[in-house]
Nanobody
Framework: QVQLVESGGGLVQAGGSLKLSCAAS????????MGWFRQAPGKEREFVSY????????AYRDSMTGRFTISRDNVQNMVYLLMNSLKPEDTAVYYC???????????????WGQGTQVTVSS
């Protein structure tokens, strides 16, 4: 079992930045692909980014490319999402998740955190 806990969310003005963290416990993350997803009110959960277990490959939703950066520290069992140039439409609950292989499909992720709220004001 893997337990994931997100932190770092909050209220920020448009154009600002936030760095989300995801702390894992229970099992090392070193062999998992780690992903970030988000869900806005009234909308389905959507893929944001993932990073493979080695950190060698990353993927982003098109609208995040160039603004968001995912990274991981397998020694500390941490995953991060640096979000720059935030927009009001980035407002959502952001979730950290772990999967056994690289994928943008939420159903293929085995473990999920509880989420952290990000609110971007205009």
């Amino acid at each position: 079992q893997v337990q994931l806990v997100e932190s770092g969310g909050g209220l920020v003005q448009a154009g600002g930045s936030l760095k989300l963290s995801c702390a894992a416990s229970g099992r090392t993350l070193s062999r998992y692909t780690m992903g970030w997803f988000r869900q806005a009110p009234g909308k389905e959960r959507e893929f944001v980014s993932y990073i493979t277990w080695s950190g060698g490959n990353t993927a982003y939703r098109d609208s995040m490319t160039g603004r968001f950066t995912i990274s991981r520290d397998n020694v500390q069992n941490m995953v991060y999402l640096l979000m720059n140039s935030l927009k009001p439409e980035d407002t959502a609950v952001y979730y950290c998740a772990a999967a056994s292989r690289p994928t943008a499909q939420a159903p293929l992720y085995d473990y999920w955190g509880q989420g952290t709220q990000v609110t971007v004001s205009s």
